[in-house]
């Protein structure tokens, strides 16, 4: 999957297409999520808003990161410690997790499969539900 980097106004306008506001405390959150390959945990993102010059609490970050998950902007991924950490990439990869570090893989086929399985086995209501898997080393 090729890694870019998204704009203030690219990311603004993903938080206007999930019906929230686009604040610039938001915009700046999300465009942090986004940009990093590291899976952040709420502290990260605090120290990186301190670093611009955005002051947050951390009561406000993580209401904004739990509204982020209701919308479907970011997913939440637990590393073997089960610290909560925040992923923007929502499209089905497997995170792959080493102590503390997150790997993302990516393999649509796989998913395809996992599907195929699962189809005659989920409630009709599940059949689009979104599926996450995690490998812990």
Do not use: W
């Not at 610039?24 to 590291?38: D, E, G, H, V, Y």
């Not at 605090?46 to 611009?52: C, D, G, V």
């Not at 599907?115 to 209501?125: M, Q, W």
């Amino acid at each position: 999957m090729a890694e870019r980097e998204y704009t203030h106004e690219e990311v603004a306008r993903l938080i206007r297409r999930a019906g929230l506001r686009a604040t610039f405390q938001r915009t700046a959150l999300l465009q942090i999520i986004l940009n990093s390959k590291r899976h952040p945990t709420a502290e990260m993102l605090m120290k990186k808003i301190k670093e611009q010059g955005i002051h947050l609490s951390m009561g406000t970050i993580y209401n904004t990161l739990e509204c982020f998950e209701k919308h479907n902007l970011i997913i939440r991924v637990h590393d073997e410690n089960d610290v909560m950490r925040y992923d923007g990439n929502t499209d089905f990869h497997i995170h792959l997790v080493d102590h503390s570090h997150i790997d993302d893989l990516f393999d649509c086929e796989l998913e395809d499969i996992i599907r195929k399985k699962l189809a005659d086995k989920l409630p009709s209501d599940m059949q689009s539900a979104r599926i996450e898997v995690t490998l812990y080393k």
